[in-house]
DNA sequence: CGAAAATTTGACATGACTCAACTGGAGTGG
DNA sequence: CCACTCCAGTTGAGTCATGTCAAATTTTCG
């Protein structure tokens, strides 16, 4: 649980009583592969911290192709932003790839702590920034770059993960169809040697 | 110069004191067309709030192709936020389309503002949330919808300023050539009677 | 008015998609 | 532990959206 202060004390600086605040206004939580924590057209009730495990963040097209956000394994946050800070129903899904402890917390509460310990809005300011920053990027390199691009682009931003994630989801998060993301990976793996 | 109180008061109160402060820290100017307010290799040194005219912020593939990652026009913030978060040289520009006046905020002055007033921290919080679910939109969008879908989600994003951009800008912020723009764009006039 | 830039248009090329068939591994129940 | 099923992944043929190149035309602006 200290993962999540360890990720905190990067940006901020606590006192041992505002750790112990802020770690009462997350739950705990356990969830197996499969498992959705979020379906479309629910609120997302809580941001998610996670501590192990997998999870993928996606939505759903009208043809029903899926198309992946993000990916978020141990140290990394997860949630359906535009649901969760309006507190409005959603249209994305979020559900588990690989078995995940996970840390929540409601809208509600991050707002009581924004109030209380200022330093912690500035916490979650600087993790929208880098969010925004890193969201910006990708945005340009799907404006500029083949899907032969992306796909190294997606390797560098997950090394920890990109074994343990099924294919289609792989293909789904570079906006390409799962047949053809097996041609490219083919024609990759002959062209290496 | 009310616009950006107006603009921030739709989010926190501020007393007349705090207002002149903030006021206080951005600087006033003026740039005429074809201006380059920032270009590849520099630092972005300050914050953007378009007053009036219109800034398109773009950068260069290693094709010589350009890619639009926004405009802003009256009330829009405009700025490489990588590099302004970071003050480190950035890969992007951002030029005039149409004669702005603007209000300039250096990432110093604007730290030095939310230490003494957090409202201000408050109100760049919620700028970046909101920006940031903004563009995990586009990205969507990008992966889910053909040139002609994003062209439609482009005109009611953009409804103030869709008839005085050249289409080469357009074309580059749909990720597509000017050349299909153009014939998409026929297409369309044709299909509609 | 003239030069430069933007837009249009056409022929052709290609990256990525669809559909369909086949293969193989993972999980499940008997 | 086998047999069955069900996805995920692979592969091939044909198609479509969008790109490239090149030339003609229109617009912008000094």
Redesign the pocket.
């Known amino acids: 649980m200290s993962l999540l202060i360890e990720n905190i004390s990067r940006f901020v600086d606590l006192d041992r009583e505002e750790e112990q605040e802020l770690l009462d206004s997350f739950t705990f939580r356990n969830f197996s592969a499969k498992e959705m924590l979020l379906e479309e057209g629910e609120v997302c009730k809580e941001h998610i911290f996670v501590v192990s495990g997998i999870l993928r963040h996606y939505s759903i097209d009208e043809?029903l192709?899926e198309h992946t956000l993000s990916f978020a394994s141990s140290g990394w946050w997860a949630g359906d932003m535009y649901s969760f800070l309006s507190q409005k129903p959603g249209d994305s899904y979020i559900e588990v790839i690989e078995d995940a402890e996970a840390l929540m917390q409601t809208r509600q509460k991050q707002l009581e702590l924004f109030d209380r310990i200022p330093k912690l809005e500035r916490f979650y300011r600087i993790l929208i920034e880098r969010s925004l920053v890193a969201n910006q990027q990708r945005l340009m390199e799907n404006l500029q770059l083949?899907?032969?691009e992306r796909y190294k682009r997606f390797l560098e931003r997950y090394p920890d993960i990109k074994y343990n994630l099924?294919?289609?989801?792989i293909?789904s998060y570079l906006?390409?169809?799962?047949?053809?993301?097996?041609?490219?990976?083919?024609r990759l793996l002959r062209e290496e040697y």
């Not at 099924?166 to 989801?169: I, S």
């Not at 906006?175 to 083919?186: D, Y």
């Open positions: 043809e192709a083949p899907a032969e099924p294919q289609k989801d293909a906006g390409i169809t799962p047949q053809f993301f097996s041609k490219m990976k083919g």
